[in-house]
């Protein structure tokens, strides 16, 4: 396989997702092509590249930049930017006289479902404090793949094992063949479609975006646009949370770092 058609991969994969693939990463295109190829009608890399290279912006570049997201995700994954919704910010929000009457999530890069649907447990085991509001939680994904398994809110033993207390799994799930499947309340408290952070559809306002361990695929430009798009789709005062390695410093002005809670930004009136 040619150095120039690798790179033809890779360039694609930047355009289309934002991700950016550096030359040593060749090992997992590779891994992650090869076992497509018959489905994507070509015999070899070189005609992938070269297919791809004439339909830049077709349905099998669609079908390459799904094939190399990174789709790792569990539940209350960190555990903190959980607790920071339950504990600061959702105090905030319904802790004064005139409590909202909706209140709005954003899980920005979902995956599998795992990140919106820990959101709609915490809300549901926070429904007391929430009386009277409704809760609205949106997730999206540039992932088609990703999105179908979300939608299909069902997970093997080993993801249930991954973040899940014993406790949440009873009340929330049931058992379906050797999975498990969210209860259908918890399901209908979230609504799933395709978006590319490099190309976002009108969306929001939200009150809480949850947009975590995707920046770090993408260069400091796409990290600036991306970011902009989200403080345009944030209400302001609304808030941020991304993931351990990501921040909003030296990228955007629209956010504040919260002081003493990091991971956790607000956007600016
Ligand atoms: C590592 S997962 C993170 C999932 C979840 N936010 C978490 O922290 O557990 C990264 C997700 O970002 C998605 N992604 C990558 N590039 C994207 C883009 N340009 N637009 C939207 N989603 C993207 C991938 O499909 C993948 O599902």
């Not at 934002?18 to 590779?30: Q, S």
């Not at 799904?66 to 790792?72: H, K, Q, R, S, V």
């Not at 809300?123 to 540039?142: F, K, P, S, W, Y």
Request: hydrophobic share 45%.
């Amino acid at each position: 396989m040619s150095a120039a058609a690798l790179a033809t991969i890779r360039d694609t994969i930047r355009r289309r997702s934002g991700i950016a693939m550096a030359a040593d990463k060749d090992y997992l295109v590779t891994s992650r092509l090869e076992p497509l190829l018959g489905q994507l009608g070509v015999p070899h890399l070189a005609a992938l590249a070269d297919k791809l290279a004439l339909q830049p912006d077709g349905q099998t570049a669609t079908a390459v930049v799904d094939a190399l997201t990174t789709n790792e995700t569990l539940w209350f994954r960190d555990g903190r930017p959980f607790d920071l919704v339950r504990d600061t910010i959702l105090p905030t929000i319904v802790g004064g006289a005139s409590a909202p009457r909706d209140l709005s999530i954003w899980s920005a890069a979902c995956s599998t479902g795992q990140e919106p649907y820990s959101l709609a447990i915490l809300m549901a085991e926070q429904r007391a404090r929430l009386a009277g509001c409704r809760v609205r939680i949106v997730g999206t994904d540039i992932s088609a793949t990703a999105l179908a398994r979300a939608r299909e809110a069902r997970y093997s033993q080993f993801e249930m094992q991954r973040g899940l207390t014993i406790q949440r799994l009873i009340q929330h799930f049931t058992k379906d063949g050797l999975d498990w499947r969210l209860k259908p309340e918890l399901r209908a408290m979230v609504e799933l479609h395709q978006a590319n952070l490099l190309a976002l559809p009108p969306l929001g306002p939200f009150d809480i975006v949850m947009c975590r361990n995707v920046l770090i695929y993408f260069d400091v430009p796409t990290k600036r646009a991306v970011l902009s798009g989200i403080a345009a789709r944030t209400k302001p005062g609304g808030w941020l949370l991304l993931g351990a390695a990501e921040t909003t410093i030296g990228l955007t002005t629209a956010f504040q770092a919260e002081p003493g809670q990091s991971g956790l930004y607000r956007r600016l009136s």
